[in-house]
Nanobody, 122 residues
Framework: QVQLVESGGGLVQAGGSLRLSCADS????????MGWFRQAPGKEREFVAA????????SYADSVKGRFTISRDNAKSTVYLQMNSLKPEDTAVYYC???????????????WGQGTQVTVSS
């Protein structure tokens, strides 16, 4: 069973950085595509980034390319999202997901974490 727990959210000024972590307490972490989504108030949940089971392939939303980096450590059953040059429009609840790659080049989440709040002040 996959159980995802995010950490690392918080309040940061525009231009700053945060690193989100997502740990899986199950034993099948390395078999899943892992990714991050986010949901801002009044908006739908949107894809942010995904990484293949081996870490050799990554995918990003256009809005975060060049600023965010996704990585994973299968030995620690943890996926990370390094967020640099943060903007106020990055403010959202960020969700970790385990799932599969889809035809759009993003991912479909089968399992979800509880979310962690990221707030970027201007």
């Amino acid at each position: 069973q996959v159980q995802l727990v995010e950490s690392g959210g918080g309040l940061v000024q525009a231009g700053g950085s945060l690193r989100l972590s997502c740990a899986d307490s199950g034993r099948t972490f390395s078999t899943y595509v892992m990714g991050w989504f986010r949901q801002a108030p009044g908006k739908e949940r949107e894809f942010v980034a995904a990484i293949s089971w081996s870490g050799g392939r990554t995918s990003y939303a256009d809005s975060v390319k060049g600023r965010f980096t996704i990585s994973r450590d299968n030995a620690k059953s943890t996926v990370y999202l390094q967020m640099n040059s943060l903007k106020p429009e990055d403010t959202a609840v960020y969700y970790c997901a385990a799932g599969v790659l889809n035809a759009r080049g993003t991912m479909t989440g089968d399992y979800w974490g509880q979310g962690t709040q990221v707030t970027v002040s201007s």
